[in-house]
């Protein structure tokens, strides 16, 4: 029966890879999700007639574990089925605090029966903790509950050394002394406290970085309460999620051009260590009205959309994809390129734009599109700033060695923009200052309404 | 104990190995997923729920289970609803 039980948790595992597999294109991604969801399904059928097996569990024990389900179970669906595409960032933060909870949970719950050994308990409470309360600031951040700025509290610095050497001292002190209540309840409070404290000073900008980063320690701490419960099963979930985690984070830290350690200690968008503000004043730029721009977009042959999280943040994905069917019905091409960092978590402009029916054949990584700027007749830029800043290119900026989408190399350029103001690295995009870019000032879903409407205007 | 480090070693690797091929328009999609696969722990707070006698063991377990079943459900229902959205022809 034991060894029953193990080989279903052996195909939970396989089903879990190969479900992540198929995700590696979007037309077999939904039938990988369903093999996942079915792996998930079986492990947790045969969990149930191991449970039964052991004998052990009371008529209490039943209840609250089906009441805990029945509730958790209504909580994710209703939240999944109504959440709006642009608080994704939020809700995955919110499935993060509570899988890393979870994990802390059965670690304590393990300690209180006196088995297990040390070392995986205090990692799974510490790291679990950690996720839960700093998951919980990262999406209170994202849903403007908590100030997205960064926060830094004075002697920050040292209360965090302070709850980092008692989450080190009490971890060793279970590795070597085996679990104890008490040394468990210190070092789980002092990672909350700690979760807590390494998310407030980070800003808003940096979310994609904090949440993947979070989704890795998630991973990690259900990987460790396998360790605790001699649970295969959900060390290899626990894994292929850390490594999940762990690439994304490495992919957006890459393209904000920000390391892991500085993001952490945080700071950005304090202004203290963006350089020296622009000297020289602000050169004169060109402004267009939406009839000029929507005679130069109609008789073009090729069209770059970019957008920016401007645009997601003004709720104007249908109205760029309204834009974009027009012009394809009068032969013009359109394709979208997507910064990695366009949005609030990876991918997250894909999740947009695919909400608006914008196919995603058309969608261009960085990668992808920038070599075919130089054959585009207009690039639209809507919403998004730093990402298209030549100044990245030479050294000496803010901005410099970022990663950005060569929209300056296309024969013209559109931006629409509500004002001159800057984005997140604090500097001006020489971008928009270039004689043959056209600035077009409005707001985001009134603009390319406009545009629409101009050019079904023309013949 | 070392049996499973080396499970969870070689799990990263097919981590690692698996997921760099996922293209960047399914990053969000792919994150929900790895979101769901994580609430795996419901088995931990299952198998705690099998072991606790005392009130406090049983808050743990009912908080457990909890969280884990909404991470559980959540994470798929929605991973679904976004992979609904992407279509190669409209």
């Known amino acids: ?459 | 104990m070392l049996a499973d480090l080396s499970v969870f070693v070689l799990s990263l690797l097919i981590g690692f190995e698996v997921i760099s091929k996922v293209p960047v328009t399914l990053h969000t999609p792919l994150m929900s997923a790895a979101n769901s696969i994580h609430g795996i722990i419901v088995v931990g707070a299952m198998v705690l729920a099998a072991s606790v006698d005392t009130p406090l063991g049983y808050v743990l377990a009912f908080l457990a289970a909890a969280f884990a079943a909404a991470n559980v459900v959540g994470g798929y229902v929605v991973t679904g609803r976004m992979l609904k959205m992407f279509r190669s022809r409209r």
């Open chain 1, 1 to 459: 029966m034991i060894t029953v039980i193990q080989l279903v948790y052996l195909a939970s595992a396989t089903c879990f890879v190969v479900g992540l597999h198929l995700m590696n294109s979007p037309a077999t991604a939904g039938r990988g999700n369903l093999v996942s969801a079915a792996g998930m399904g079986a492990g947790v059928l045969a969990t149930v007639l191991l449970i039964i097996r052991s004998g052990m569990i009371t008529t209490t024990g039943w209840a609250v574990l089906l009441a805990g389900i029945a509730v958790g179970s209504v909580a994710g669906l209703l939240s999944a089925r109504t959440v709006r595409m642009t608080a994704m960032p939020q809700l995955v933060s919110l499935f993060n605090a509570v899988g890393g909870g979870a994990a802390a949970l059965v670690a304590v719950g393990d300690v209180l029966r006196g088995t297990g050994a040390g070392a995986p308990v205090a990692l799974d409470v510490a790291i679990g903790a950690v996720t839960f309360t700093g998951s919980l600031v990262a999406a209170g951040k994202l849903q403007g509950l908590v100030p997205a700025q960064p926060v830094v509290l004075t002697g920050a610095r040292a209360i965090n050394l302070a709850l980092v050497l008692v989450m080190v001292v009490g971890g060793v002190s279970l590795a070597v002394f085996g679990p104890n209540p008490l040394v468990t309840t210190v070092v789980g409070v002092a990672a909350l406290a700690f979760g807590v404290t390494m998310v407030m000073p980070i800003g808003g900008a940096d979310m994609p970085v904090v949440i993947s980063l979070l989704n890795a320690f998630t991973g990690t701490a259900v990987a460790m309460a396998g360790f605790v419960i001699h649970n295969d099963m959900l060390i290899i979930a626990g894994a292929l999620v850390g490594a999940s985690g762990t690439i994304l984070t490495k992919l957006m830290a890459t393209a904000m051009n920000r390391s892991l350690a500085s993001i952490v200690i945080g700071g950005f968008g304090t202004g203290d260590d963006s350089g020296p503000l622009t000297a020289e004043p602000t050169a004169r730029v060109r402004e267009v009205a939406a009839d000029d721009a929507a005679i130069q977009l109609a008789y073009a042959d090729r069209i770059v959309v970019v957008p920016g999280y401007g645009l997601a943040a003004a709720q104007a994905q249908h109205e760029v994809r309204e834009l974009a069917e027009v012009l394809e019905n009068r032969g013009v091409t359109v394709s979208y390129a997507i910064h990695p960092v366009a949005g609030r978590m990876p991918g997250h402009m894909n999740v947009l734009l695919a909400e608006a029916n914008v196919p995603y054949s058309q969608l261009r990584d960085m990668e992808e599109a920038n070599p075919d700027f130089a054959r585009t007749d207009v690039v639209l830029v809507v919403g998004a700033n730093d990402v298209t800043n030549p100044a990245a290119r030479r050294p000496g900026t803010p901005v410099s060695g970022m990663p950005i989408l060569d929209v300056d190399r296309a024969k013209s350029v559109i931006v629409i923009k509500r004002s001159m103001g800057h984005g997140y690295a604090g500097i001006d995009n020489e971008l928009y200052t270039n004689p043959k870019t056209g600035m077009f000032f409005a707001d985001a879903k009134a603009g390319l309404a406009s545009l629409t409407a101009a050019v079904k205007t023309l013949a």
